[in-house]
């Protein structure tokens, strides 16, 4: 969604400015849009459409030593160049770029117009810019404290007054804002890809605090003016995980590094001595674990998915009843909170604005809430009262592979590490680190061969439609291979627990619509089988991912290296990410930046 860069510096703005925003195209945006400081007066420019044709339209001198800029995904208003940030007040001398959303902008901004002030954009963020004017009161910091204890609503903000062109005014309610500190030079951004070219050190604001950020120093408050006490951490991603590395597009490259990423996840995780999982960062003892009753997890999209997959290793190794819901069905149905009930929220970005607003109602009720997260330092991360890095490193297709996958191995580890504790014998403890330790090298073998694949895409791609099926621990690799297949390629697919086609869908199978089937070689492999042959007898091409060659019963077959049966979903998912992957590409779609989504989705 939204992105937000800024700089003040030595150096001239612009260029700095137009690579932040092309390291936030992954997010999503519709618009895009820069202002800098030019000998006192703001220069401003700002247009629908991608951020390289906003760098080929910008004038060749422009520059200036402190700038902000802005990619924008459409909430209030259309995608236009007039609702495109920066957005700036009437006097065209404070501008604001701003993700989220404030609440009560139509009143603000009628009762705004009724004193004179007009607006040339139909946005909430150009209310902010004059509100923040109207407060002028020669300090800019103090004037965005005032104008924001006037509105209600969610914000990540960095603001600019010609009048003050030696800094930068950030503020943060409920969307995140980091500074990066560099040398004689700072950034500000939402995100930090925007930040690791420039800055060696990373500042987190929390909500509620207002930053002000000069060439060599920053400062920051609370919205009531008192001072807060901030310490500047060493910025852990590198320069090299934002760029492509020589893939032709990040979903590959993500799908790729997937033996590393799940490496990562495990690495120091992994305790053979006592046959369990080593989990630092849970901030629960062992009584208190062992004191839960059940789990909950929340969480939305394929992060839920790997929810569902955790659930059913929990149940299976910790004997836990556990159940997972997606978030935003969980936070607006006033939900009982249970003290013996342990809840997880499992989030990539740590950012998505339902699965944050969840873990909030569950703290405020008392519960305890884990995370599974990706982003060191994000909102979710620190909401939270515990939890497990995935450690997958950035993840900037939107598309999301390598996180999911290292979602289900941060519950296996979760899963193992409650079992140990309850009724899980050393022997099973011992089969599972081991199954888990051999994920790595079984998910290099199974990505090496990749021609199968790309045969069963360009199959699938001449189809309009699709059907996953699975059945328990084959359920949510369904779901999440069909939401894969979606997402990019924009061929429809549906997943069915397999025994439900008989119900229903079954009526639909016919020579013209396939079925991706998940089959491992478990305990259910028969009921799996007798589900392929009803498809079969209504002559319904089927695509099986399985452990074993299934003769007749599939037309194609992409086989899987086997692991522990409880661990098997989270290798069984990886040819399902190749398939939308290669269905799209011979689709000619645009897959790390597919129609309609967006990366982190910060807003209801
Ligand atoms: C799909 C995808 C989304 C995210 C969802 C939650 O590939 O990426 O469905 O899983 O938006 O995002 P996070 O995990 O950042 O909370």
């Known amino acids: 969604m939204c992105g937000i860069v800024g700089y003040v510096g030595r150096q001239n703005a612009v260029p700095v400015l137009l690579e932040g925003l092309a390291r936030l195209e992954y997010r999503g945006y519709d618009s895009a ?31 200036g030593q402190v700038g902000i800029a802005h990619t924008r995904w459409a909430t209030h208003g259309v995608p236009s160049d007039a609702n495109a940030h920066p957005h700036l007040d009437m006097s065209g001398r404070i501008a604001v770029v701003h993700n989220g959303m404030i609440e009560d902008a139509a009143v603000l901004r009628r009762r705004l117009e009724a004193d004179g002030i007009s607006f040339s ?7 902010l810019a004059q509100l923040i004017a109207l407060e002028d009161c020669g300090d800019l910091e103090e004037a965005v404290r005032r104008a924001l204890s006037k509105v209600h609503g969610a914000y990540g903000l960095a603001v600019l007054d010609a009048n003050q062109p030696d800094r930068i005014v950030l503020a943060r309610n409920g969307s995140p804002v980091l500074i990066g500190v560099g040398e004689r030079q700072m950034l500000c951004a939402s995100d930090m890809a925007a930040l690791v070219r420039h800055a060696q ?28 006490v901030k310490t500047a951490t060493s910025l852990s991603a ?18 790729l590094e997937q033996p590393d990423a799940i490496d990562a996840t495990l690495r120091g995780r992994l305790d053979t001595r006592f046959a369990t999982s080593r989990l630092g960062g849970l901030n629960l003892t062992a009584r208190e674990l062992r004191a839960f009753r059940r789990v909950h997890v929340i969480a939305c999209g394929s992060a839920f998915y790997a929810g569902l997959m955790g659930a059913g290793m929990l149940e299976s190794l910790a004997r836990l009843p556990a159940s997972a819901e997606p978030a935003a069905e969980f936070r607006y149905r006033n939900p009982v909170i249970e003290p013996d009930t342990l809840y997880v929220a499992v989030s990539q970005s740590g950012e998505t604005a339902d699965t944050l607003a969840a873990v909030e109602e ?13 982003v060191p330092g994000s909102s979710i991360s620190r909401a939270v009262d515990g939890g497990i890095y995935l450690h997958a490193g950035p993840e900037i297709s939107v598309a999301s592979t390598k996180a999911f996958t290292c979602m289900a191995v941060a519950f296996a580890l979760l899963a193992v590490h409650l079992g140990r504790l309850r009724d899980l014998g ?58 894969k297949l979606k997402e990019i390629s924009y061929i429809h697919a549906e997943a ?109």
């Open 238 to 255: 590198e320069d090299a995980d934002y760029e492509r590395g020589g893939h032709e597009h990040f979903m590959l490259k993500e799908i």
């Open 496 to 604: 069915y627990p397999a025994a439900e086609l008989k119900h229903g869908p079954l009526a639909l199978v016919s020579p013209q619509l396939p079925t991706v089937a998940i089959v491992p070689d478990d305990e259910l492999l028969e009921k799996n089988l007798a589900s392929l042959e009803q498809i079969n007898s209504r002559s319904g091409p089927v695509l099986a991912v399985a452990h074993l060659p299934l003769g007749s019963l599939a037309d194609r077959v992409i086989q899987v290296p086997k692991s522990e049966p409880e661990l098997d979903p989270i290798l069984l998912g990886l040819p399902l990410q190749l398939l939308a992957y290669h269905a799209a590409i011979a689709l000619g779609r645009d897959i790390d930046q597919p129609r309609n989504l967006a990366k982190s989705v910060t807003v209801e």
């Open 33 to 63: 849009g820069i202002a800098v400081v030019r000998n006192g007066s703001l220069r401003v420019h700002k247009q629908a459409g991608k951020v390289r044709e906003l760098a080929a339209a910008l004038p060749k001198r422009l520059n």
């Open 426 to 483: 050393p022997a099973d403890g011992e089969r599972l680190i081991r199954g888990l330790a051999e994920l790595p090298a079984k998910a290099a073998e199974l990505l090496q061969h990749q021609d199968e694949i790309v045969q069963a895409a360009n199959w699938i791609s001449a189809t309009p439609s699709a059907f996953y099926i699975g059945r328990v621990r084959g359920y949510p690799v369904a779901l999440e291979g069909a939401q």
């Open 121 to 127: 954009s139909e946005t909430d963020t150009e209310v």
């Open 201 to 228: 050190q990373v500042v987190h604001l929390e909500d509620g605090e207002v930053a002000s950020v000069t060439a060599d120093s920053f400062s920051t408050t609370t919205l009531d003016a008192r001072p807060t």
């Open 362 to 374: 569950i703290r405020r009720k008392g519960g305890r809430v884990l995370g599974i997260v990706n």
